[in-house]
Structure formats: structure tokens, C-alpha cells
């Protein structure tokens, strides 16, 4: 947890402090549909968000990544979306690199 104390001046109580908590929010579809590569998570949609998790550790980058049930587009998954922003579709172990430098300047704003 981050915690920012602020000092009981007049100067103190102009500044806003900085949110705490994490800025950037990844959603991945894990939703499990019957038939083949019908849905993100039979096209390894548990495996992309673990190794998302891990990268994002790696990187020591304040952020959620979480699940989410559907994103709509199951024929092109498996998708992921960045709160706010695009969803993004057919992700691979490729694109994790990308899609984590992207909450890095999330992040930064």
C-alpha cells in the first residue's frame, strides 16, 4: 500500500495529493464456451493472463490485471482491454510485451 502525508501548511493544503492505488486496469475474457476454439478461453486466454501477471510483476508496475467474463467477441479472441481504451483481439505471448508497455504509460499519466 502507498500512503502520502501531506504537511499541515498552507502550501500542504493547495496540493492535491497523488491518487493512491494503481492506475492502469487490464482486463483478459476467460469466458469458457463449448466447441473448438469457440471462445478466449480455449484459445488460451488462462495461460495469456498468468503470463500477463508475471511480466507486469517483473516489471514491478502498480497495476490489476483481472478476468473478465466476455468481451463480446469470442469468434476473434482471446481479447484483453485496457480500461477506458480498445478492446484488443486474437493476443498472443507475442503481444504481452506491447500490451505491458502500454499500462506502463497508462501508469505515467
Not at 484459445?43 to 495469456?48: A, D, M, V
Amino acid at each position: 500500500m502507498k500512503c502520502w502525508a501531506v504537511a499541515p501548511t498552507f502550501v500542504g493544503m493547495l496540493t492535491t495529493p497523488k491518487k493512491s492505488g494503481p492506475a492502469a486496469t487490464l482486463y483478459v475474457c476467460t469466458n469458457f464456451r463449448s466447441g473448438v476454439h469457440s471462445s478466449c478461453a480455449a484459445r488460451g486466454s488462462k495461460s495469456l493472463l498468468a503470463e500477463l501477471k508475471a511480466e507486469a510483476l517483473t516489471r514491478d508496475l502498480d497495476v490489476i490485471i483481472d478476468t473478465v467474463v466476455c468481451l463480446g467477441h469470442c469468434e476473434i479472441g482471446p481479447n484483453v482491454r485496457i480500461a477506458g481504451g480498445e478492446i484488443l483481439h486474437g493476443v498472443t505471448s507475442k503481444d504481452i510485451g506491447a500490451i505491458i508497455d502500454r499500462l506502463h504509460s497508462v501508469n505515467a499519466q
